[in-house]
């Protein structure tokens, strides 16, 4: 049996989200930037089971188990690895290929259709005759060549089979051409005809960069403006943002995602300097764009257009948000422009200069429903309360819960006193007691210092390539430390930046390094000055490796002088009195 592909692998951990899988065996309850409950594999009573949304990873401070969302499954249902692939693939909606021989992965022949045709359609735009008014419509909205070619815009001739034809004659089966949503079959007599006519068309592409989809917009007024891949199994426009994989691809690191709605908003903001905008795809914002998010920022701003469809939107995603843990804000922008023309008008710098105006979601949203309930007469103020008060009791944390009911009662003009009393009566479930976990297990073997810097190293506050500046492997004593330095230094090195989870799997045949990692990646920080600890850790760490050096050379003085060998002697004693000298001598980060 053939192996399930990396890349098939790769698309359901980053379209499965494990708070959401390990839920349903745990009662967990955020705690700082993770979540705490009771270890579903050893009895306890006080909770020592941690679960990292943003790395992904499970650990139990109590027995020492951890792994990833595959492991999890593994060991709670008994599961083969395969067969935990191919249940995470059924809930993501991603088809997994049995690997019998002879069989072709049906995900990478429509990802290969759809990658050819993204080729095709993007070279008849530069250069086919026919695309002339699709090129000056580009030019007229100032689009560029150079945005043209980063995000592989192209068009689609008007005529019944052009697309297919290529295709054909690439050797690719018009039934499979079909089912990746490139064209549809004639309602009468047999054949197929293209789907996108006379169009300009937007490649959609996974995390990967690989096309799966594509929007096809009109050049004029007619309808629809825009035409859309039907969803296939390698696409579910729910779990795709658009321009998310040129995002995560950019060499600088984000605190926060911009989400706006279109397609030339994201690619507008692009061209004009702001490389953190992402676009859904035809439709609202889910729990899955979410758990994407989630992975790579904290915080997101939220450009609707400005009408009663964009307000709507902004009030579905409140529940979402809320569950998240996402900071999120609303951005209005002025004259009622959309991102695209108000980049295109004023520029980077006015646009990042609203992001500073944004509101939090929740105060939006109130300002929203008190506008939309009249509610300056009682019936008014009762319908925003009966709307928000659910809300808020979906937020764990009391100091936000006292926060926005003080808002409430601010902005109705009621009683707080009497507003608490009434979110008392309606909060669905408990709020958290707030009792303590049982905290993380002692490393009794491993070095103070050697778990600092593997713990730095995990959490991205050091990069391999600069580490590798100071210290090597061999500066570690513990066996586990050493063999993740070994395969740190062999395999990614060269990175400025660690991609945590294709470092962890590194180590998903080895129970004990995958535990380590996982408790090292999760325990919570004891210092408080966390540039200086890493500092001290590294010198540490080179001290000692100069200390070792010392007593290796010490022990062959005895056996030069029995030799009666003086150059030898009078050369060790020289590299001992180096190596005494250079002891107390630091390096700053």
């Not at 088809?95 to 759809?114: F, K, P, Y």
């Not at 422009?337 to 520029?347: A, C, E, N």
């Amino acid at each position: 049996m053939k192996p399930i592909p990396e890349e098939t692998i790769v698309r359901i951990q980053e379209s499965s989200d494990i708070v959401h899988l390990i839920s349903g065996y745990v009662n967990l309850k955020k705690s700082g930037q993770n979540f705490q409950g009771l270890c579903p594999f050893h009895s306890e009573k006080t909770p020592s089971f941690s679960v990292s949304p943003s790395k992904q990873i499970f650990h139990c401070f109590g027995c020492g188990t951890g792994g990833n969302i595959f492991k999890f499954l593994m060991l709670k249902e008994g599961l083969s690895f395969p067969d935990a692939v191919k249940e995470l693939g059924k809930t993501a909606g991603i088809t997994v290929s049995s690997g019998g021989e002879g069989e072709q992965d049906s995900d990478r022949g429509l990802i290969h259709i759809n990658e050819t045709a993204r080729s095709y359609f993007h070279q008849v735009l530069l250069n086919d005759p026919d695309a002339g008014a699709a090129r000056d419509y580009l030019k007229k909205r100032g689009i560029s060549e150079e945005t043209i070619r980063k995000f592989s815009i192209g068009y689609s001739p008007n005529g019944w089979h052009h697309c297919l034809d290529f295709l054909e004659k690439k050797g690719l089966s018009p039934a499979e051409i079909e089912k990746a949503g490139l064209t549809r079959r004639r309602e009468s007599g047999e054949g197929y005809y293209d789907r996108f006519r006379g169009r300009l068309i937007f490649p959609v592409s996974n995390l990967q960069g690989k096309c799966v989809a594509f929007a096809g917009r009109v050049l004029d007024q007619s309808l629809p403006k825009y035409l859309n891949s039907p969803e296939s199994p390698v696409y579910q426009k729910g779990k795709i943002l658009y321009a998310l994989d040129k995002v995560k691809n950019e060499k600088e690191t984000f605190d926060f995602l911009i989400v706006v709605e279109g397609y030339f908003d994201a690619i507008r903001a692009a061209q004009g300097g702001v490389r953190n905008v992402v676009a859904t795809c035809g439709t609202a914002l889910t729990r899955y764009h979410l758990q994407l998010i989630r992975r790579m920022v904290r915080k997101v701003y939220l450009i609707f257009d400005p009408d009663p469809a964009g307000i709507n939107a902004a009030l579905r995603t409140v529940d979402l948000f809320i569950e998240s843990g996402i900071q999120a804000f609303v951005v209005v922008l002025p004259e009622g422009l959309d991102p695209d023309l108000f980049i295109h008008r004023y520029g980077k710098e006015t646009f990042d200069r609203s992001l500073e105006t944004a509101a939090p979601l929740f105060d939006f949203v109130l300002k929203q429903s008190i506008q939309k309930n009249a509610a300056s007469g009682i019936e008014g103020k009762l319908a925003v309360i009966k709307e928000l008060l659910p809300l808020v009791g979906r937020i764990s944390n009391r100091v936000e819960n006292s926060y926005y009911l003080n808002r409430i009662a601010g902005e109705l003009s009621v009683s707080e006193k009497d507003l608490w009393e009434e979110f008392q009566k309606i909060q669905i479930k408990e709020l958290p007691s707030g009792k303590k976990g049982a905290g993380p297990a002692p490393l009794e073997k491993l070095p103070l210092e050697e778990e600092y810097v593997i713990r730095f190293l995990l959490s991205g506050k050091i990069a391999p390539a600069r580490l590798f500046q100071y210290i090597e492997p061999s500066d570690f004593t513990d066996p586990g430390a050493r063999r993740i330095m070994e395969i740190l230094l062999q395999r990614h090195s060269a990175e400025a930046h660690l991609d945590f989870r294709k470092f962890f799997e590194n180590f998903s045949g080895d129970n004990a390094l995958t535990g380590l990692m996982t408790l090292l990646s999760l325990k919570e920080p004891d210092y408080d000055y966390p540039d200086q600890a890493l500092e001290e850790s590294l010198n540490k760490l080179i001290r000692n490796r100069k200390i070792r050096l010392r007593a290796e050379l010490e022990k062959k003085i005895p056996l030069a002088e029995q030799q009666k060998n003086h150059e030898q002697v009078a050369e060790i004693s020289r590299m001992i009195l180096k190596i005494q000298a250079d002891l107390n001598e630091r390096v700053k980060l």
